[in-house]
């Protein structure tokens, strides 16, 4: 497993420097498998294939491009990224002055690790496809995949057409795609894709839904978020019961592997790299978004979904309980019952 990215010190693998190189490779040895029983069929699956089916939309046409969006334009409360309206005060290395800047730089550094994102869905799910024994997953796997194909067109769209700037992809969600495509165990990719990352992505989408600033990426966040709900829901389909009589030595692997996935995401929210592009004291900033209660609510908002799942997978043990609890990603009094 790769070595976990300390925020104090720049992660050690996967660098901002990688992160802005075009390309990023990873090298795994997986197993095709091809299934030639096409009758048997997973009920629940299916219908969420079904679901799937009847839900495609069209980015293009589907989507009101005719909106102007101004980088940078002057926000009102109404249509600010109320999100971010709390980054004022004390301990905020924001000074008033440059509030909307912030907005809009937050707004466009969470829209690109979105984006990011949504490329990492595309490519491990097209990696389920391949290496998921069941016909029906097979199916869904591929239904998912054009489903994320869209999410990055609109995303991407959006950015190039509207915001004009793309931050890179984050050092934390960067190395947690490179771990997941480095896997061989195709419910590891389930791990890391339909449960942590998705988990996070629909709670970032509904919050971005509602508190961004301009209309057209609310009905982009909006659209998104309806379809991951199917995708986690896959996810949990696909391994409710998978661990109940696995070994210990399996369930320590997947407990290690979600542990590292917990604290990249964790890491993720420090936003370093608007800090950065705006040339405030990184230090304070990192500092800031650590300690800072409304931040450590929102991640506690994000987290919300994983734990939901990892609690009805029997994922959520005391090692990770402890982690949720240390890294202030969970309320204590939400950990009452693991299992
Ligand atoms: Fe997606
Ligand atoms: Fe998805």
Same mark, same amino acid.
């Given at each position: 497993m790769t070595a976990v990215p300390d925020e104090a010190a720049d992660p050690t693998f996967f660098t901002l420097d990688a992160a802005k190189a075009d390309l990023m490779q990873v090298e795994s040895l997986t197993t095709a498998c091809l299934n030639w =029983?096409? +009758?048997?069929? =997973?009920s629940r699956v299916w219908s969420l294939y079904e679901k799937n089916k009847a839900s495609q939309w069209n980015a293009t046409t589907d989507i009101d491009w005719d909106h102007d969006v101004r980088f940078g334009a002057e926000l009102t409360e109404?249509? +600010?990224a109320r999100l971010a309206g709390f980054v004022v005060g004390e301990g905020s290395p924001v000074p008033r002055e440059l509030l909307t800047q912030f907005r809009w730089e937050y707004q466009a550094w969470m829209c690109s690790q979105f984006l990011h994102g949504e490329q990492g869905a595309l490519v491990t799910t097209a990696r389920l496809v391949e290496t998921v024994p069941d016909m029906d997953a097979k199916t869904y796997a591929a239904s998912q995949v054009a489903d994320e194909a869209r999410h990055v067109e609109a995303f991407a769209k959006y950015m190039d057409e509207k915001l004009g700037t793309v931050y890179p992809v984050n050092p934390g969600l960067g190395t947690l795609l490179h771990d997941v495509l480095s896997e061989s165990r195709w419910d590891i990719v389930y791990l890391g894709m339909q449960v942590v990352m998705e988990g996070l992505a629909i709670t970032g989408l509904r919050l971005a839904s509602s508190g961004f600033g301009d209309p057209l990426i609310r009905q982009i966040t909006k659209m998104v978020a309806a379809d991951e709900a199917r995708h986690i829901a896959f996810g949990v389909t696909m391994l409710t019961g998978m661990y109940q009589d696995a070994m210990s030595a399996e369930l320590k692997e997947r407990e290690d592997f979600l542990m590292e996935s917990i604290r990249l995401m964790s890491t993720r929210f420090m936003l370093r790299e608007v800090w950065e592009r705006m040339e405030l004291d990184v230090d304070k900033g990192l500092r800031f978004a650590r300690t800072n209660p409304m931040m450590a609510t929102y991640r506690q908002l994000l987290f919300q979904q994983v734990v939901h799942v990892l609690r009805q997978l029997g994922l959520l043990t005391e090692r990770v309980k402890e982690l949720l609890l240390a890294e202030n990603l969970v309320r204590p009094e939400t950990m009452v019952s693991t299992r």
């Amino acid at each position: 497993m790769t070595a976990v990215p300390d925020e104090a010190a720049d992660p050690t693998f996967f660098t901002l420097d990688a992160a802005k190189a075009d390309l990023m490779q990873v090298e795994s040895l997986t197993t095709a498998c091809l299934n030639w =029983d096409y +009758g048997k069929r =997973d009920s629940r699956v299916w219908s969420l294939y079904e679901k799937n089916k009847a839900s495609q939309w069209n980015a293009t046409t589907d989507i009101d491009w005719d909106h102007d969006v101004r980088f940078g334009a002057e926000l009102t409360e109404e249509n +600010g990224a109320r999100l971010a309206g709390f980054v004022v005060g004390e301990g905020s290395p924001v000074p008033r002055e440059l509030l909307t800047q912030f907005r809009w730089e937050y707004q466009a550094w969470m829209c690109s690790q979105f984006l990011h994102g949504e490329q990492g869905a595309l490519v491990t799910t097209a990696r389920l496809v391949e290496t998921v024994p069941d016909m029906d997953a097979k199916t869904y796997a591929a239904s998912q995949v054009a489903d994320e194909a869209r999410h990055v067109e609109a995303f991407a769209k959006y950015m190039d057409e509207k915001l004009g700037t793309v931050y890179p992809v984050n050092p934390g969600l960067g190395t947690l795609l490179h771990d997941v495509l480095s896997e061989s165990r195709w419910d590891i990719v389930y791990l890391g894709m339909q449960v942590v990352m998705e988990g996070l992505a629909i709670t970032g989408l509904r919050l971005a839904s509602s508190g961004f600033g301009d209309p057209l990426i609310r009905q982009i966040t909006k659209m998104v978020a309806a379809d991951e709900a199917r995708h986690i829901a896959f996810g949990v389909t696909m391994l409710t019961g998978m661990y109940q009589d696995a070994m210990s030595a399996e369930l320590k692997e997947r407990e290690d592997f979600l542990m590292e996935s917990i604290r990249l995401m964790s890491t993720r929210f420090m936003l370093r790299e608007v800090w950065e592009r705006m040339e405030l004291d990184v230090d304070k900033g990192l500092r800031f978004a650590r300690t800072n209660p409304m931040m450590a609510t929102y991640r506690q908002l994000l987290f919300q979904q994983v734990v939901h799942v990892l609690r009805q997978l029997g994922l959520l043990t005391e090692r990770v309980k402890e982690l949720l609890l240390a890294e202030n990603l969970v309320r204590p009094e939400t950990m009452v019952s693991t299992r």
